[in-house]
Nanobody
Framework: QVQLVESGGGLVQAGGSLRLSCAAS???????IGWFRQAPGKEREFVAI????????YYADSVKGRFTISRDSAKNTVYLQMNSLKPDDTAVYYC???????????????????????WGKGTPVTVSS
C-alpha cells in the first residue's frame, strides 16, 4: 500500500503564496500523482496532476497560470506551488496517487475523485480576503 503524507497548508492572505508537499512511500515511472481539493459544502474536485516521469501535466481551469505542480524523484515528493491565492482556493487539499495509466484531463476532472488508488489525509488551506 502506498502511503501519502501532505504538508504545507495553512493560513494565507489573498494574493499570497503557499507550497504544498506530498511525500510518497514509493513510485514508478508508470504512476501518476496529483492534487484534489474539497471546499466546505462542496464535492472534491481535481486541481493538478503529473506523470511521475514529469513528461505531462494537467491543471484545472480555475488554477491555470497560478499553480504549478512538480516532483522530485529522488525524494519521492510532489509539490504544488500556489501563487496569487484567492479566497475561492480555500479547501482541504488531498494528494492522490494512481499506479498506472494516463487519462484525459476530463477523466481526472470527472472521475478522478473516485478513480485514484491512494489518498493522503489532506492539508487545509485557508485564504483570507
Amino acid at each position: 500500500q502506498v502511503q501519502l503524507v501532505e504538508s504545507g497548508g495553512g493560513l494565507v492572505q489573498a494574493g499570497g503564496s503557499l507550497r504544498l508537499s506530498c511525500a510518497a512511500s514509493e513510485r514508478t515511472f508508470t504512476s501518476t500523482i496529483g492534487w484534489f481539493r474539497q471546499a466546505p459544502g462542496k464535492e472534491r474536485e481535481f486541481v493538478a496532476i503529473i506523470h511521475w516521469s514529469g513528461s505531462n501535466t494537467y491543471y484545472a481551469d480555475s488554477v491555470k497560470g497560478r499553480f504549478t505542480i512538480s516532483r522530485d524523484s529522488a525524494k519521492n515528493t510532489v509539490y504544488l506551488q500556489m501563487n496569487s491565492l484567492k479566497p475561492d482556493d480555500t479547501a482541504v487539499y488531498y494528494c492522490a496517487f494512481k499506479e498506472r495509466g494516463w487519462y484525459s484531463s476530463s477523466w481526472y476532472q470527472d472521475q478522478g475523485r473516485h478513480g485514484m488508488d491512494y489518498w493522503g489525509k489532506g492539508t487545509p488551506v485557508t485564504v483570507s480576503s
